[in-house]
C-alpha cells in the first residue's frame, strides 16, 4: 500500500521516522503528521522550532504553527502564540472548527491553555544565551540581526490516499514582536489537497508570501506535473522574478509530495530534507539549487556533514 512522508531539513529526519512507522502500521495522514512535527518541538536543540527556539528581539519565543486536512481542506493555524510546547496541536485542534480557526498572540495562547494543551517556558537557557549574545554582537557591529529561520514543514500520506500538511517555527530570530511568517499561511507556508499533493516551505517567509509557492506547487501537481517539476517550475522562475523585480530574493526551500508518494524538492540554498515511502525507507538528502538556474541537485547526506551538524546544534554558546 502506498504511503509517503517529506518534511524539511536534517532537524526532521527522527519526527520522518516516527511517522513512517504510523503510517506503515496503518495510521492516519494528521495523525502522523503532528507525530512528526511533535517530535522537532520537542526537541531543545532545534533552535528555530519549538522548545528551544529563538526568541524575538524582545526575548519572547513567538511560534507560529499550522495544519491542514487534505480530505476536507480544513486548516488551523497560530501566530505568535506563546509558552506552549506543541504549537502544532494547537493548530489542529483550531482546525475543527469552523470559525475563529487562525488565531494569534494572546488570543491563541489563551486558546490553548483552556483546552488544557501542554503550558511551559520555551525559551531555555541556551536560547537566552544566543539572544544575550546577538545584543551584544548588534551593540559593537555593524551587522544585521536576522538569522535562522528553519521551519519545519512536512507533508504525510497514508494508506488510505488521506493526506496532510503541517509547519511549526519560532520564526525569524531576533523578529520584531508580533512578526508572523508564512508558516501559519495557508498556500504561502503549506498546501495539501488529497486528490493531488502537498506542499510545505521553509526559509524567508516575507519572500515566500510574495509567491503564494506552496499552493501554486500544489496547483501545478493538479495540472500534472511531477512533485520535482512543479517544485522547479514554481520555484526558480520565482527567485529570478524576485531579483528583477524586488532586487533581491531570500533563502527558500520546498519539499512536496503528491498522492502516489512521489516527491519533490527546490532551493536556493543548500537545503537539507527527510523523506520516506513504501518504495525507500525514510532517509536525509541534501539539494542544492542546479547550475542551470531552473532544477535541483540531490544527493545523499554524509556522515561528515551529519557529524559536523550534531557537533554544531550542541557546541556551546560562548
Ligand atoms: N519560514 C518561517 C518564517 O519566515 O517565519
Excluded at 511531477?226 to 524576485?242: I, M, N, R, W
Excluded at 530534507?273 to 535541483?296: E, K, M, Y
Amino acid at each position: 500500500m502506498t504511503w509517503g512522508t517529506i518534511a524539511t531539513w536534517r532537524m526532521a529526519h527522527d519526527g520522518v521516522v516516527k511517522a513512517s512507522d504510523l503510517l506503515t502500521a496503518g495510521g492516519q495522514a494528521g495523525d502522523a503528521v503532528e507525530a512528526l512535527i511533535n517530535v522537532v518541538e520537542a526537541y531543545p536543540y532545534y533552535k528555530s522550532v519549538g522548545y528551544g527556539g529563538l526568541p524575538n528581539e524582545e526575548g519572547v519565543v513567538e511560534m507560529d504553527a499550522a495544519f491542514m486536512d487534505g480530505d476536507t481542506l480544513a486548516q488551523g493555524a497560530v501566530g505568535g502564540i506563546h509558552n506552549v510546547m506543541h504549537a502544532v496541536s494547537v493548530a489542529r485542534a483550531l482546525s475543527h472548527q469552523h470559525y475563529n480557526s487562525f488565531r494569534v498572540g494572546d488570543g491563541a495562547t489563551k486558546f490553548a491553555q483552556l483546552n488544557g494543551f501542554e503550558m511551559t517556558n520555551m525559551l531555555t537557557d541556551r536560547a537566552k544565551a544566543r539572544w544575550q549574545k546577538r545584543l551584544a554582537e548588534l551593540a559593537t557591529e555593524n551587522m544585521t540581526p536576522y538569522d535562522g529561520h528553519d521551519t519545519v514543514g512536512a507533508i504525510t500520506l497514508d494508506t488510505t490516499g488521506s493526506m496532510a500538511a503541517a509547519t511549526s517555527t519560532s520564526g525569524l530570530f531576533m523578529k520584531k514582536a508580533g512578526r508572523v511568517g508564512d508558516s501559519p499561511l495557508s498556500g504561502s507556508g503549506y498546501y495539501v489537497d488529497s486528490e493531488i499533493g502537498g506542499a510545505a516551505a521553509t526559509g524567508l517567509g516575507e519572500d515566500i508570501m510574495k509567491g503564494c509557492i506552496s499552493y501554486e506547487i500544489v496547483r501545478r501537481m493538479g495540472e500534472g506535473e511531477t512533485p520535482q517539476e512543479a517544485c522547479d517550475h514554481a520555484v526558480y522562475p520565482f527567485v529570478a522574478k524576485l531579483k528583477k523585480r524586488y532586487g533581491k530574493a531570500g533563502e527558500f526551500s520546498l519539499v512536496a509530495m503528491n498522492n502516489r508518494g512521489e516527491w519533490g524538492v527546490a532551493t536556493n540554498v543548500e537545503f537539507t530534507f527527510s523523506v520516506g515511502n513504501d518504495q525507500a525507507a525514510p532517509r536525509i538528502l541534501i539539494a542544492h539549487p542546479g547550475v542551470d538556474g531552473h532544477s535541483t541537485l540531490i544527493e545523499p547526506i554524509t556522515q561528515d556533514w551529519l557529524d559536523a551538524y550534531e557537533k554544531r546544534i550542541k557546541a556551546p554558546i560562548e
